[in-house]
């Protein structure tokens, strides 16, 4: 058995003050090792708007392992080094979707590091995945997008202690897709070692995925904020590792719906499907 999960977030419209509701993302779970395609999908709500072993982590990355090229963003210093702290909470409340992954292989890995180094150049607003289907930007409260570098393939983001943040994904695409993210090796669903197996949130076509924080129940999440790697999450919880700290794993799979006819196939109640607001139609 699947089970779904939607979520949703009440936020009050400034110039209207009316309160409206918008369904923004999901997240999956698979319930067995033994069938990675059987994903339960967790929804999350924001405001306004692979056949491998389990032993191979999405980020489970540390900074020793940072890139040794001819530029300066290896040599993070120890005082320059931050990792992400549980922090306040954020109410999210969620439902389950019934989806699967198309395939146990994701489309795209990717590993950005950060720390509160002075980063020099070219700074990027958002990384491109998956052959464009997705873009990542990290934002702050504010909404402005945190600035992100590029050496050699490799992606380096800049933060400053004390500063909360946020993971934002844009699906490009016209497919439903999985996000399955970590920060600091650790699943920002669950709280356990991530794995690609874990829960991914839902990112709808051309939709956007926030992701705030550590999900600490059906209805809430702790926001991520940068701090001392002593005082991460993952220094203070058995799941976790200081080494580990300042590193953001994602995964992307494509997900279908089971219960959907292929194409082409006949279909006895073709209307179901629909949406007809109850008036005339202009001529084609």
Not at 144 to 152: E, G, V
Not at 227 to 250: E, H, L, M, R, W
Request: aromatic letters at 8%.
């Amino acid at each position: 058995m699947i089970l779904r999960f939607d979520v949703w977030r009440e936020r009050a419209c400034p110039s209207a003050q009316m309160i409206f509701r918008l369904p923004i993302r999901s997240a999956v779970m698979s319930f067995s090792r033994l069938k990675p395609l059987a994903v339960t999908m967790l929804a999350t709500a924001l405001a306004a708007c692979m056949s491998q072993p389990m032993a191979d982590r999405v980020a489970a990355v540390s900074m020793e392992t940072a890139p040794d090229n001819a530029m300066a963003h290896k040599s993070v210093a120890r005082a320059e080094r931050l990792g992400t702290q549980w922090g306040d909470e954020v109410q999210s409340s969620v439902r389950h979707v019934n989806l699967i992954r198309v395939d146990s292989q994701p489309l795209a890995e990717h590993v950005l590091h950060y720390s509160a180094k002075d980063y020099r150049g070219r700074s990027l607003n958002s990384i491109s995945l998956a052959a464009g289907r997705v873009a990542l930007s990290v934002q702050g409260d504010n909404r402005h997008a945190l600035p992100i570098f590029r050496d050699n393939g490799r992606y380096f983001l800049r933060g400053k202690a004390g500063q909360a943040y946020q993971l934002v994904y844009q699906n490009n695409s016209d497919k439903t897709l999985e996000i399955v993210a970590s920060v600091d090796g650790l699943d920002v669903i669950s709280g356990r070692a991530a794995s690609r197996y874990h829960s991914g949130y839902v990112l709808r076509p051309h939709g956007t995925l926030r992701i705030e924080g550590f999900r600490k129940s059906d209805s809430s999440v702790a926001s991520f904020i940068f701090g001392k790697p002593s005082d991460a999450y993952a220094a203070n919880t058995d799941a976790g590792s200081v080494q580990n700290v300042g590193v953001i794993g994602t995964a992307i799979f494509e997900l279908r719906d089971p219960n959907r006819a292929p194409d082409g196939a006949a279909n006895a109640f073709p209307a179901d499907g629909e949406r007809d607001n109850g008036y005339a139609k202009a001529p084609r």
